[in-house]
């Protein structure tokens, strides 16, 4: 019933935000655009930054290959700049190798945590073969990618972290505008945040799929957010995202978007200002998926 309520929620605010936020993307220039690629059970970003340069986050399950493949050249994409592996789980790396086959890709940062899957031996036989360099992400590192976007890593691999553990956060900041992507890490991750960063962003993409292993109500607090996106399949078999992620969200007043409810999402920004266009009204994809 909780689920259901919050469903009407963002049906209702989704409502009265969309049709002004088009009138408003004719009067001015979007120089940002971070793509929240809907991959079913998983992660996929794509962030082509105010010089044109094309960062691509993880790439989602197995079966997410094609889609993301197609996706970016739908968006004339030729070449991915840099592409971010989070975390070696299956919902993370398990389209990269068919991405990577597809699309050229010119450097690779990971967290650098091993994992024993044949999804991640394929992953590392592309970077052999196409021969991609890669770069080992440490904390408090920054992504020199464009110099008007800055990108610091806030959590990566560490010895005794599970694969979620290590995932890689980035912070993303153009001008006044922060985007804070979780991917997977957990409670105690957000702690240490907590001590050590400002965590302030009006863009949140909520870990873990809105696990219960992530997203308390004090790291919100700090983070504050204006807009979270959850990343999952209705189709999951883990529950996301649990009710307490929701309510936690609700409670610091953010606007919430799914990748489930809404497809594909679209941040557009001019470090100022933002325009969040979903490729779907939830009540429309509701009533595809029961006609």
């Known amino acids: 019933m909780v689920k259901n309520t919050f469903f009407l929620f963002i049906v209702f605010f989704t409502v009265i935000t969309l049709f002004p936020a088009s009138s408003y993307a004719k009067e001015r220039q979007m120089d940002m655009e971070v793509h929240f690629i809907d991959v079913g059970q998983g992660d996929s970003i794509l962030v082509q930054t105010p010089q044109n340069k094309n960062i691509l986050i993880d790439g989602g399950p197995p079966d997410a290959g094609e889609r993301i493949v197609s996706y970016l050249k739908k968006e004339g994409i030729k070449s991915i700049d840099l592409l971010v592996v989070t975390h070696p789980d299956v919902d993370h790396i398990g389209g990269l190798p068919h991405v990577m086959g597809q699309i050229p890709i010119k450097k690779i ?55 979620n553990q290590s995932s890689i956060v ?72 649990v009710d307490r992620v929701i309510r936690n969200l609700t409670k610091v007043n953010s606007f919430i978007y799914s990748t489930a409810a809404f497809g594909n999402i679209v941040i557009r920004t001019d470090g100022i200002n933002y325009l969040v266009e979903p490729e779907q009204h939830p009540v429309q994809k509701m009533i595809e998926e029961v006609s």
Do not use: C, W
């Not at 993303?172 to 804070?180: A, C, I, R, S």
């Not at 991917?183 to 809105?210: C, M, R, T, Y």
């Not at 992530?214 to 700090?222: D, M």
């Open 170 to 241: 980035l912070k993303l900041t153009y001008n006044k505008m922060d985007f804070l992507l979780m991917s997977d890490v957990e409670i105690e991750q957000e702690k240490e945040f907590i001590k050590k960063h400002n965590l302030q962003a009006e863009i949140l993409k909520v870990a873990h799929h809105g696990s219960n292993t992530s997203t308390s109500l004090g790291f919100l607090k700090e983070v504050s957010p204006q807009v979270a996106i959850l990343t999952y399949s209705k189709q999951n078999d883990y529950g996301h995202p």
């Open 109 to 163: 940062v990971d967290s650098g945590k091993l994992h024993t899957t044949r999804t991640y031996g394929k992953y590392v036989r592309q970077i052999r073969k196409q021969e991609i360099p890669v770069q080992i992400a440490k904390i408090d590192d920054q992504l020199k990618v464009d110099s008007e976007l800055k990108i610091q890593i806030l959590n990566a691999f560490e010895k005794m972290k599970t694969n």
